[in-house]
């Protein structure tokens, strides 16, 4: 599965969940610029789009993944996505199906913000991540493996699927180690 993760230019790459996934072969990193410097918009192709508005992420929707498909997370802040959201386009022809993870699903990240309150439900990058992943049928433990609150956030989460056929390598945990 290919996971292209945008990253805000105002996300704090030390305080970052993601930032032990940089460079993992099937994890493609692009940090957009201020607007200020680069007014462009990013160009994104078919997949699916990790969003909070979208129809519920089914395993399913797996088939929107096959070809050139890649499963796109935007890292930022809740306040900042609605402008991240604005920073792309969708190139011609292509499909980039908005899904939403399924309710019920718990965050470990302490998440405490002083200046926006929390939606119900929110999660850490890496959580919603990995949650896609098994979601769609390819659970990646690898994922969490430098995540601190890994252990927790599985605790909380039985009805995960944690275990498949890996379909490379990359994702062959079936525990943490």
């Given amino acids: 599965m290919r996971i292209w993760v945008i990253q805000d230019h105002k996300e704090n790459r030390r305080k970052c969940s993601l930032t032990p996934l940089e460079g993992r072969p099937d994890v493609t990193f692009q940090r957009l610029e201020s607007p200020a410097w680069a007014p462009a918009k990013l160009e994104v192709g078919s997949g699916i789009l990790l969003s909070i508005d979208g129809p519920t992420l089914t395993r399913a929707d797996h088939s929107f993944l096959s070809g050139e498909?890649?499963?796109?997370?935007?890292?930022?802040?809740?306040?900042?996505?609605?402008?991240?959201?604005?920073r792309l386009k969708i190139l011609d022809g292509a499909r980039l199906e908005h899904r939403s993870l399924p309710r019920g699903i718990l965050t470990a990240y302490p998440r405490v913000s002083k200046i926006h309150e929390d939606p119900d439900g929110?999660?850490?990058?890496?959580?919603?991540?990995?949650?896609?992943?098994?979601?769609?049928?390819?659970?990646?433990l690898d994922l969490l493996r430098g995540y601190r609150w890994a252990e927790e956030f599985l605790r909380r989460n039985p009805s995960l699927p944690l275990v498949t056929s890996p379909v490379s390598g990359l994702c062959s945990l079936t525990r943490l180690e």
Avoid: Q
């Avoid at 498909?69 to 604005?86: E, F, H, I, Q």
């Avoid at 929110?122 to 990646?140: N, Y």
């Fill in 69 to 86: 498909g890649a499963l796109v997370l935007l890292d930022s802040t809740w306040a900042r996505l609605p402008k991240l959201v604005s």
């Fill in 122 to 140: 929110g999660l850490a990058s890496i959580e919603a991540l990995f949650a896609a992943t098994a979601i769609l049928g390819e659970p990646c």
